[in-house]
């Protein structure tokens, strides 16, 4: 058994290596560029710990791992054309530093790796392993889609909401989970339950997300305070607060969204407050973790090997254990 | 044993159907619209007569056959998107019609899809097929890559030319007769052949077509002669005439290609017939057709089992037979 530090090491002796070849240079340099750029590999430990869960990491856990790896980037890598970022994890982003088309076509060919990855599983698992990874795929393309939609629309059901956020983020930890579980040898009825716990724990990660960009304590939290009030970026709070607002407080906030004055985070949090959005969304969260923890604790293996899993989800909803 | 007429209706009937689900009918509608502008269905035609050549078509080269042809549209999508090219087949590409965000993601989720197609042929046959159709996908990108690099390129040689079509086109022709092939049943070298007989009649093909644009009778090529020469298309024949001629041409060539003026293709054409392109390039063309049948007669089935095969190769390099 290992804790996530010690996966995080084991992992990056599998992943750090050449994934692409030398030539052409021009397609392969930006794949391999976007890959230094780092990233916490949350998915592919979610995917040993899902084995480890059930026996000793197999072999074929790190080929999926990588594979999840892989499309997490090319998510990223065409994600960010769309959403026309320019910097990804401070550094330039591929269609920025090069051009749309090299980025268009580096995603192309780091997701089409991915299945080189799952090809290299034992043919008793392959069919299993590809079926759970391209449906997640297909998912994940889905929640990209639907954001785009929602960010064109006025009203966002927060049922919708929570689909869409589901299908962009926590398929993808759900199914890692799932998949390093199948490897492991896990049954049907425990496959269930470590994907339910993947879903509501990516839920409950966002909702948090999006309360810390808005009452997070600026010092501790990585990014700008207010970010996401500023691009009006529809979030669970946002959504919430148009809901439950009183008609001034809802014309304000339409108002608000419509400038950029310089005191929009702090008019808008306010009326945040006001509406007891803060403590809806501890609450929404709270329901999401504990949902997870019981999908979790459902799991018929001994509590002992599933100390690590609940460390790290302890750690990703900043709960104390 | 099925002549190509007959298998392309027999294709129709398992490719006719709907490939994705109906939401977000934002992201699946493109995919829809696109796969209704047809096209002539040669590659998956292609793997069922790989098939055939061996032993009855069986289940799993439909499945092969179809995510060869998702393939094929994914790679055309993102194409489109990459050249800025507006219309396909007299119909507007998904991002004029839509907008390049959805073409991104509709050729996304397209190219995911294959794989689900892929994993339903049959375990014994899985990873061989999925490590063929990968290696071709990959191909595939390299040569768009190449492509867009040569464009960039005062000169190109012929080698690099020849390798550049080879991944963009050959490849998956030459890959989808394989797949098949191995579907059929057919040992390696057999396979071997198969694929080599693709790959040169593949690049005979192409140079026929470049050969077309520039010479071809205009009641007879479907597409407007000369609009390569227009374009500035780095072809076969603007590659070897550089190559071949004396200063003068050469300089006014180089000149033509820095105008627009209303006599270009005339003028272009001329110095082509000056230099012998014309001759040339049927001399080549006919190397690689007399390579890519003497491949498919080294295959060693009955000749009778060829036939159909010979004929669609003879069609599509208007050969006599």
Redesign the interface.
């Known amino acids: 058994m290992h804790s996530f530090k010690e996966l995080v090491n084991i992992f990056a002796t599998h992943f750090n290596q050449a994934h692409f070849p030398d ?2 240079n ?2 392969y340099e930006p794949c391999n560029y976007f890959l230094t750029l780092g990233g916490k590999r949350i998915r592919p430990i979610m995917c040993l710990m899902g084995n480890e869960l059930f026996d000793e990491i197999k072999p074929d856990a790190f080929y999926a791992a990588t594979a999840i790896e892989l499309f997490h980037n090319f998510s990223l890598i ?1 994600d960010d ?2 959403d026309a970022a320019s910097l990804r994890r401070g550094m330039q982003t591929i269609h920025t530093k090069y051009n ?3 980025a ?2 580096s ?3 780091m ?3 991915c ?2 990855y ?2 290299k599983i034992q ?1 008793i698992y ?2 299993k392993v ?2 759970l990874f ?1 449906k997640t ?2 998912e994940v ?2 929640g ?3 954001d ?2 929602f960010e064109k629309l006025s009203a966002v059901s927060l049922e919708d909401y929570i689909k869409m956020i589901s299908l962009k983020t926590s398929v993808l930890i759900a199914s890692s989970l799932e998949i390093g579980a199948v490897l492991g040898g896990a049954g049907e009825g425990n496959c269930k339950k470590i994907y339910d716990f993947g879903i509501n724990l990516g839920i409950a990660f966002q909702i948090q997300d999006d309360y810390l960009d808005a009452f997070g304590d600026p010092e501790k939290f990585g990014k700008q305070v207010g970010g996401d009030i500023k691009q009006n970026k529809k979030t669970f709070l946002l959504l919430h607060a148009l809901e439950v607002a009183n008609q001034n407080q809802r014309e304000e906030l339409i108002n608000l969204l419509q400038t950029d004055s310089s005191d929009k985070v702090e008019r808008v949090t306010t009326i945040f407050k006001a509406c007891n959005v803060d403590a809806w969304a501890n609450e929404l969260k709270e329901k999401y973790v504990q949902t997870a923890f019981k999908n979790l604790e459902e799991i018929a293996v001994t509590s002992v090997r599933k100390k690590y899993l609940q460390e790290l989800a302890s750690f990703l909803i900043k709960r104390d254990i």
Chains 1, 2 share one sequence.
């Open positions: 030539n052409p021009s397609l065409h054309i769309m749309p088309n090299t268009i076509l995603g192309d060919v997701l089409i790796r299945y080189d799952i090809n043919p392959l069919p590809l079926h391209n795929a297909r393309c889905e990209q889609q639907l785009m939609d």
